[in-house]
C-alpha cells in the first residue's frame, strides 16, 4: 500500500479531537480572549438548585407541570450585572482582500459553543467559517457565556439571555471599532489590518433570539441578519422539557448547567430523512462531532427563554434572510412547511430591506452537521450579494 494510502487511512480512524484547532488555509485566524464589559440589568427567578440528576429531571418536571407558576411569575429582584465576562473568540480574516471589510458575526444555539460554525471533519464541506473565508468575508465566531473557554459565571441570577445579548451588541461594537484587532495583537496575533465597515449577524436558533435581539434594540450596529434553525412558528415552544432527558452536566460545570440525553441530542438536532433525489440526511460521523462538541445550558437561561417574547424589530432597515432546516423537530416539531406564512415574518420586521426565506431541504436543527450545508451556505452567501454585500 502507497504511503499516501496509509496516511489517509490513519486520518480516517483517528477518534474526533474536538480540541484541534481548525486550520483555514486561505486566511489568517486567530483564536483569543476577548474581555467584554457589560452592565445590564436582569430578573432574578425563585428557582431550586440543580446540583444533581434528581434535581435536574425535577427542574424539567416543573418546567412542563401545567400548574406551576410560569417564569415571568417568579421573579423575586432585578439585579444590576455590571461586569466584564472572558469570551473566547476566533477571528478569520482572508487573504483576499474584495470583501473581508464585511465581517459576520456568528453567535452559535444551545448545547454547542463555537465549533458548531467550524466543523473539522470535511471542513470544505460542511465548515460555515471555511465557505464564509472562501466566498470572501472575514468572520468572527465565539463562545456564548457559559460555554466553550469562554467564562461560566452564576447559573441562575448570571447566564440569562439580557446578559448574552449585551455581551453581542457589545462584541458588534468592539468590531466596528478596530479594538477587537488591537486586543488580538495584545494577545501576540498576527492578523491584517482591516476596518470591519459591515457586520452581518449571523445566528442558529439561541443564537437567532440573540442576533435579533441586537438588531431589534441597537438597529444601527447590524447591516444584515442572516437567521438559521428558528422561525417564529405555530410549533415553537411545543419541546416539553422532560423529554429533553435533563441531567446535570458532568465535570467541572458550576450548580445549575445542565446537559440533555444522547439519544435527545439526535432527536433535536438531526434528522436522516432525505429528500427523493437523496439530499439531505447526516453522516453518523457528524453526529459523533456533534455529541464530542456539546456544551451545557443554565437554569437561568431556561427560565429567560421563557420568559421573553420573540423579539419583532420594527426599526432595522437592513436586510434579513431566515435560514429554514426543513425537519427541524426543535423548531417546527419536525416539519418546518407550512408551519408560518411570510406575512407573520414580513410583520416581525416590517422595515426590512429585503426579507427572505430560504429552506435547506430534507435537514435537521444542527444545520452545519447535515449532508448538503454547504449549498444552503451558498443561498446565504448568494443572497448577500444580491443585497450588495
Ligand atoms: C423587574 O423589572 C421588570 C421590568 O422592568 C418589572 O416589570 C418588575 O416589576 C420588576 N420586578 C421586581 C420584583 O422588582
Ligand atoms: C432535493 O434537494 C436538492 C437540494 O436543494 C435539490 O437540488 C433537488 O432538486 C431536491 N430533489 C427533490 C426531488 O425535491
Known amino acids: 500500500m502507497a504511503v499516501a494510502t496509509v496516511v489517509a487511512l490513519a486520518a480516517l480512524f483517528q477518534p474526533l479531537v474536538a480540541s484541534r484547532v481548525p486550520s483555514h488555509p486561505n486566511a489568517a485566524c486567530a483564536v483569543f480572549t476577548l474581555p467584554v464589559p457589560v452592565s445590564v440589568q436582569q430578573p432574578v427567578y425563585d428557582i431550586a438548585h440543580v446540583d444533581n440528576d434528581i434535581e435536574a429531571t425535577q427542574f424539567a418536571i416543573n418546567a412542563d407541570t401545567w400548574s406551576f407558576p410560569q417564569p415571568s411569575e417568579r421573579v423575586v429582584n432585578n439585579i444590576t450585572i455590571d461586569e466584564t465576562f472572558d469570551i473566547s473568540v ?10 473581508r471589510s464585511s465581517l459576520h458575526l456568528a453567535t452559535h444555539g444551545w448545547v454547542f459553543d463555537k465549533r458548531y460554525w467550524d466543523v473539522i471533519v470535511n471542513p470544505s464541506e460542511y465548515s460555515y467559517v471555511q465557505a464564509a473565508l472562501d466566498n470572501g468575508y472575514s468572520i468572527l465566531t465565539y463562545d456564548r457565556l457559559g460555554t466553550g473557554l469562554s467564562d461560566k459565571p452564576n447559573a441562575y441570577t448570571t447566564v440569562q439571555f439580557p446578559v448574552e445579548i449585551a455581551i453581542l451588541s457589545k462584541m458588534t461594537e468592539l468590531a466596528r471599532t478596530g479594538d477587537i484587532l488591537t486586543l488580538a495583537k495584545k494577545s501576540n496575533h498576527a492578523l491584517p489590518h482591516v ?28 447591516d444584515a441578519a442572516v437567521l438559521t434553525g428558528l422561525p417564529p412558528n405555530k410549533y415553537l415552544n411545543a419541546l416539553k422539557a422532560t423529554s429533553i432527558g435533563f441531567k446535570r452536566s458532568r465535570g467541572s460545570w458550576p450548580s445549575g448547567y445542565i446537559a ?6 439526535q432527536v433535536g438536532f438531526f434528522s436522516d430523512r ?37 423579539p419583532s424589530a420594527s426599526k432595522f432597515t437592513g436586510p434579513v434572510q431566515y435560514v429554514v432546516a426543513e425537519y ?4 417546527c416539531l419536525g416539519n418546518c ?16 430591506a429585503d426579507l427572505d426565506v430560504y429552506i435547506q431541504p430534507a435537514t435537521g436543527h444542527g444545520l452545519t452537521m447535515h449532508r448538503g450545508a454547504r449549498v444552503g451556505y451558498q443561498a446565504t452567501f448568494d443572497w448577500l450579494a444580491e443585497q450588495g454585500l
Not at 195 to 215: D, P
Not at 328 to 331: E, K, L, M, R
Request: net charge negative.
Open 90 to 99: 476566533q477571528l478569520c480574516v482572508p487573504d483576499e482582500q474584495a470583501k
Open 195 to 222: 476596518t470591519f465597515e459591515k457586520v452581518i449577524h449571523v445566528g442558529h436558533s439561541t443564537g437567532t433570539f440573540l442576533s435579533s435581539a441586537v438588531i431589534s434594540l441597537f438597529p444601527g450596529l447590524s
Open 260 to 265: 440533555g440525553d444522547g439519544r435527545a441530542f
Open 274 to 310: 432525505r429528500n427523493a433525489s437523496g439530499f439531505g440526511g447526516f453522516e453518523p460521523g457528524l453526529l459523533e462531532y456533534g455529541n464530542s462538541i456539546q456544551q451545557p445550558i443554565t437554569v437561568g437561561e431556561w427560565q429567560s427563554s421563557h420568559s421573553i417574547p420573540p
Open 328 to 331: 427541524d423537530f426543535i423548531a
Open 337 to 352: 412547511k407550512n408551519t408560518y406564512t411570510l406575512d407573520s415574518l414580513e410583520a416581525l420586521f416590517p422595515n426590512v
